[in-house]
């Protein structure tokens, strides 16, 4: 899929809200992106030049003052110009599958700790980002400067492998950057011919036997210890506190926790990791002293039984990279993947809380067909309900009460056949407030007669009184009369405002709050002439948009053809739609007013008087129950396994020995999370961003 770039982002921004502050330069708009198609790239998305946004020289600083709802967080990067999103993401990974190209790969998510990389055929061991691997090696860049130790959060892990991988792609377990408590306590430490380069205040060399670094801290996880030995480097395997270390099997034994001197590594004396040009690099988590990696950290031997180690409890976090600690380098536990089968020095999880698929603290025994045992307590009645339960006999007669009176609802008028409606003015004016002192003209619901919604006019009257109006009409059956309308004068009006539908026949539209069609009445004034009597019915229409609808506004100083004003598109008056008017007479809809279908009625009383029952005695309904029929097997012999069965490390038979590992515990859901960058890759939905803009 093709990455979002800056051709593909629009920034909107009006005159009026550009502004000059002396020297500095401030603006404010909207900024779109996004299609349902194109990706987010790596970094941010670029935005185009910045002139867009107001500047001439540079954007300062873009504020952004609003989200487009997606539960996405932004931020502007001034020093590359983009912007990035970010979004909650897990804070493990189970063996994501990392597609490995020209031997560099790059993981979804910046990576705070490495748990194990394999592609099955290979078990990699981590060694910092920067130095070159060696065969069966990676180099693992988190963010850390190799020359400083300087972390910089959030960037994308990558990947370097010596050769080409099995099958191009490799399986990563790791701790992301969204785990807040691991990612504030990322270290890498370097210690250079016996001396500390970077990394705690007190790190430190002493030799003896065996040579001792002190990390000057204590620490909870061991991503890797890797041995510079003049430019040939070695990832040490790790072995259980005490262990005897032996020469030149690249070991080193580690002590997360010792008390007053702090977490340590110890090396074989005759490796000489002191040497010069000899360095040694940590990556680590530091031990916070309190808190949730504090309290929940465990380093404890646990026994070989049959070649698997059983945990206790529920590790979140395996705190040695690449394997387990063992009593000797020669009985290595290194971790493949979950699918593969176990070979000799390996070992994998059979059970982990983010193991998809595997519910470890949930199981059943086989299930064989069967019924299961137990019995069914007969029902008990706790009352007299249905005991011995009879009527008597039920005699004619009248039940007692009343019956509400029936609501009728009336029928609905509808224009007199064979009878003209007119043509009612609506006079166009290119400014009606200037020029006629004209206001908006509203309706107001809920007067509802013969059926219909019926709707009284407001408005902000020029005369500050209400007024009868009047539209001058001759040319239908009412011969010269007019037809009148009352407006109730309101400075504020609680309506709803009447529009013109230009693009349909000028019909009167209004957003109505019931979603109903309303009608104005307008009377005819009785002329000898006329037909006295008489009224209009005009049809205002629920539109539920207003978008290319003219407002309609009333002139209470106007003469009768031209108290009704809008601005029409082509400069020229108009009428009210024919369609729109039923013509109707008082007499008529007297007559059919209290027509109409009536509700059913509700009768309140004792509708059956004369209905009895019997004394009723307590007792048992005679009967029985039928036992209950189990129609397949789903619940047969149906049996739990204890549900405290924690994760599982199977090993391989030769591996034959204790270990020591040490994990971090707890429930998913106490870990305390934040957002991370999206990766790119991710498809980008239409986005529209507020900002504000400060620049030169």
Not at 91 to 105: D, L, Q, R
Not at 270 to 288: E, H, L, Q
Not at 336 to 348: F, L, P, Q, W
Request: net charge negative; proline share 5%.
């Amino acid at each position: 899929m093709t990455a979002l770039t800056y051709t593909d982002v629009t920034v909107t921004l009006n005159a009026r809200d550009r502004h000059v502050l002396g020297g500095i330069r401030m603006s404010q708009g909207s900024v779109a992106f996004g299609d349902g198609a194109l990706t987010y790239p790596n970094g941010g998305v670029q935005m185009p030049a910045v002139g867009n946004f107001g500047m001439n020289r540079e954007v300062t600083n873009l504020g952004i003052l609003d989200s487009s709802g997606d539960g996405q967080a932004y931020r502007y990067d001034q020093a590359n110009r983009k912007v990035k999103m970010f979004m909650e993401a897990p804070p493990i990974v189970h063996e994501e599958v990392v597609t490995v190209t020209a031997k560099v790969g790059y993981l979804k998510w910046p990576a705070a700790h490495i748990e194990y990389i394999t592609d099955d055929a290979t078990q990699y061991r981590v060694i910092p980002g920067g130095l070159t691997p060696a065969t069966g090696q990676v180099a693992v860049d988190m963010g850390f400067s190799l020359t400083t130790g300087v972390l910089t959060r959030g960037q994308r892990t990558k990947l370097t492998f010596f050769d080409t991988v099995s099958g191009a792609t490799v399986k990563v377990s790791y701790v992301t950057q969204a785990w807040k408590d691991v990612a504030d306590n990322m270290v890498q430490a370097c210690i250079t011919a016996g001396v500390r380069v970077y990394g705690h205040a007190n790190l430190s060399f002493t030799a003896g036997t065996p040579d001792v670094i002190k990390l000057g801290e204590d620490f909870v996880g061991m991503q890797s210890v890797c041995w510079d030995k003049d430019g040939t480097y070695s990832a040490m395997s790790a072995l259980q506190d005490d262990a005897t270390l032996t020469d030149g099997e690249t070991e080193c034994v580690l002590d997360f926790r010792k008390g007053s001197t702090f977490g340590e590594a110890s090396f074989h004396q005759d490796d000489t990791v002191d040497a010069a040009d000899n360095s040694v690099y940590f990556n680590y988590i530091k031990d916070p002293g309190a808190g949730f990696l504090y309290n929940r950290f465990t380093n404890a031997a646990i026994d070989d039984s049959d070649d698997t180690l059983s945990f206790t409890d529920f590790p979140l976090m395996a705190c040695t990279c690449g394997g387990i600690p063992m009593e000797l380098t020669t009985k290595k536990c290194l971790m493949t993947g979950v699918s593969d089968t176990v070979a000799a020095d390996e070992g994998k999880f059979t059970s982990h809380p983010y193991l998809c698929g595997v519910a470890p603290s949930h199981q059943h025994a086989a299930i064989t067909a069967g019924t299961p045992a137990g019995t069914v307590a007969a029902p008990t009645f706790s009352g007299s309900q249905l005991a011995t339960h009879q009527h008597a006999a039920i005699t004619a007669g009248t039940p007692a009460g009343t019956n509400a009176a029936s609501v009728v609802t009336p029928g609905n008028h509808a224009t007199i056949d064979g009878v003209v409606a007119g043509t009612p003015k609506l006079t166009h004016d290119a400014d009606p407030v200037s020029n006629k002192a004209a206001a908006a003209l509203y309706i107001v619901e809920a007067y509802g007669v013969g059926n219909k919604n019926v709707g009284v006019l407001q408005s902000n009257c020029d005369s500050s009184t209400s007024v009868l109006g009047s539209t001058d009409d001759a040319s239908g059956a009412c011969g010269t009369a007019t037809p009148r309308f009352f407006v109730t004068h309101a400075a504020s009006p609680d309506g709803v405002a009447i529009y013109v539908d230009q693009a349909d026949h000028d019909k009167l539209v209004f957003i109505s709050p019931t979603e109903t069609d309303a009608i104005i009445i307008m009377p005819f004034e009785a002329i000898a002439d006329g037909i006295p009597g008489y009224a209009y019915a005009v049809t205002v229409h629920h539109l539920a948009d207003m978008s290319g609808c003219t407002g309609l506004f009333f002139d209470d100083n106007g003469a009768a053809d031209a108290q009704l004003i809008f601005i029409d598109a082509d400069t020229t008056d108009g009428v009210i739609y024919a369609a729109d008017i039923e013509v109707i007479a008082p007499q008529y809809t007297g007559i059919t007013g209290n027509c109409g279908a009536a509700a059913a009625q509700v009768f309140s009383g004792a509708e059956m008087a004369t209905h009895q029952h019997a004394a009723i005695t307590a007792g048992t309904p005679a009967g029985s129950n039928s036992a209950p029929a189990f129609s397949s097997s789903a619940l047969a012999t149906h049996q739990h396994a204890s549900a405290s069965v924690a994760p599982v490390v199977t090993m391989h038979a030769d591996t034959d020995d204790d270990s020591m590992p040490a994990w971090i515990a707890g429930d998913p859901s106490e870990i305390y999370v934040v957002p991370l960058e999206l990766p790119d890759g991710i498809v980008v939905q239409s986005t529209t961003l507020r900002f504000q803009a400060w620049g030169m």
